[in-house]
């Protein structure tokens, strides 16, 4: 044992003052004189010649005889010695991709301070593009900055290997704050009600009334009280094309890549193929009028004024049969949502119910609205309704609580969507509302603060409407589509919430 031999020929003055196998308890002393420097070399000659488990024994053996304070001085000795700045020293073995990987995890805060700890983090972060793929990230999983990619075109810039069509880390890293500042703009829009307005006037000798729509990057679909379908440019407002078949209004549409499927007063449902026009099925089940449907992942829901819902299975355009009837409301069905656990629909018997879609069971009802349920949208464990009795409703699927309710129209809820942030409903009063959702699902938040804006600008009742991160697009029984846009806002001496707005008129022949 040749570290205890040395341990214990190293002079100790201070064993009268030691605890029994502790630390010393004291005062401190002198630096030791006489053969100090010799003894010193001595051992350390000794402690070379050791294996490092007899090394580590030795040195423990040392520091629990010393005092509290030269504890603390051997911490600040180790301390930097045990820090390691691996973003530097893994390029130097080769394993940049490694560094890159780390430092990729970081947020625009955190890496704008990584880029200033020295040369070589800024080089890892610019040679790594840590920028864009930042903002890469950001798209992948925000729909807002997705959105603002594909409008301000700098989405070709992203999602590419390096090549000379990709510019330098240094393009990205200003772009960050130039995106951070238009998402703050549009916020601030939609919270002041600053929007750029476009209308487009559908009127015919026998239109009253413009009942529902779909719109995409490139079009608007909208159904009319004249029995026609009219598909619009989203860009110029032009009608590209009408489609005619049905012998009543057209109530409710949707549509998708290959086939748009509308509901009439008529009774009937129709399925149209997008491109041509042309109608490839028509459905003749209900005995009243068809409200409301919604489709998805080869299902198909419609409800009636006839008081039933019938599910459909949709193997192709061509090919939809009926699934199942689900009775139990006691008036008309006024509108149907779904997802793969739950049919949602609501009635003017003032009730929601709540149907299994893989069995078609019924589950609970949701008890509430003090009218008829005129609207409404379902999703994850969030149903929101509207009303005849001039509220709005927010519940939970599971449990059919009520959450909140939000008063504020003066006339029937009829038309209501939500996406993670805003509420945005329709009324017979003429008015859509923005709602803040996260406000109105805390119970602490006070009602006055629920709705932020109130937007005026249809001179009829509001029938439709569907919103995105930049703006809603409505339609109403004063015959025109409005396209409110809170992104490209003009602020050229426009009073708050009013913007110029441009109109189309199409006059059908």
């Not at 992203?158 to 916020?187: A, C, G, M, W």
Request: hydrophobic share 35%; net charge neutral.
């Amino acid at each position: 044992m040749c570290a205890l031999r040395c341990l214990q020929s190293i002079p100790s003055t201070r064993a009268h003052n030691q605890l029994s196998n502790g630390p010393v308890v004291g005062s401190r002393k002198r630096p030791s004189e006489g053969n100090y420097e010799k003894e010193k070399e001595h051992c350390i000659a000794l402690f070379d010649q050791w294996s490092e488990a007899d090394q580590v024994e030795f040195v423990e053996r040392l520091i629990s005889r010393m005092c509290h304070y030269q504890h603390g001085h051997i911490n600040s000795y180790l301390k930097p010695m045990l820090q390691r700045d691996f973003i530097t020293a893994l390029p130097a073995q080769g394993l940049d991709h490694i560094a890159e990987n780390i430092l990729s995890f970081l947020d625009a805060r955190s890496l704008c301070s990584a880029e200033l700890v020295c040369k070589e983090w800024q080089r890892v972060i610019s040679e790594g593009m840590l920028w864009k793929k930042l903002i890469e990230r950001m798209v992948r999983t925000d729909p807002l900055w997705k959105g603002l990619s594909e409008r301000h075109q700098w989405e070709k810039y992203l999602f590419k290997n390096r090549t000379s069509e990709v510019p330098p880390n240094s393009y990205y890293h200003s772009l960050y704050p130039k995106i951070i500042q238009d998402i703050e703009t549009i916020e601030a829009n939609w919270r002041c009600g600053r929007h750029n307005l476009q209308r487009i006037q559908c009127r015919s000798e026998n239109s009253k009334g413009v009942y529902c729509l779909q719109y995409d990057d490139d079009k608007i679909i909208s159904g009319l009280r004249d029995n026609s379908i009219k598909i619009w440019d989203k860009q110029s407002l032009e009608c590209l094309k009408i489609l005619t078949g049905h012998t009543g209004s057209v109530l409710c549409l949707q549509y998708d890549e290959r086939v748009i499927v509308t509901g009439s007063s008529d009774s009937t449902v129709r399925v149209w193929e997008v491109t041509t026009g042309e109608v490839l099925n028509t459905l003749i089940h209900h005995n009243e009028a068809v409200l409301h449907l919604r489709f998805a992942n080869g299902l198909m829901v419609t409800c009636s004024k006839d008081r039933s819902i019938a599910v459909w299975d949709m193997a192709s355009p061509t090919d939809i049969s009926l699934r199942r009837v689900l009775v139990g409301h006691r008036a008309a069905v006024n509108v149907v949502d779904f997802d793969d656990k739950y049919i949602v629909s609501a009635s003017g018997d003032r009730t929601i119910k709540v149907w299994s879609t893989s069995t078609c069971e019924f589950v609970r009802t949701l008890n509430g609205h003090k009218r008829g349920i005129a609207c409404l949208q379902y999703r994850d464990r969030l149903v929101v309704s509207g009303s005849s009795d001039n509220t709005i409703r927010l519940w939970d699927i599971e449990c059919g609580a009520c959450l909140r309710v939000l008063e504020g129209h003066e006339e029937l809820v009829r038309c209501i969507r939500f996406d993670n942030k805003r509420i945005v409903s329709g009324a017979y009063d003429g008015k859509i509302k923005v709602w803040d959702l996260q406000a109105a699902l805390d119970p602490r938040a006070p009602a006055s603060t629920l709705c932020l804006r109130t937007l005026v600008e249809h001179s009829g009742r509001v029938f439709r409407l569907q919103f995105d991160e930049f703006q809603i697009i409505s339609s109403s029984h004063d015959d025109t589509i409005l396209i409110w846009d809170f992104l490209n806002v003009s602020t050229n001496g426009q009073s708050e919430g009013r913007s110029p707005s441009r109109t189309y008129t199409y006059i059908s022949r």
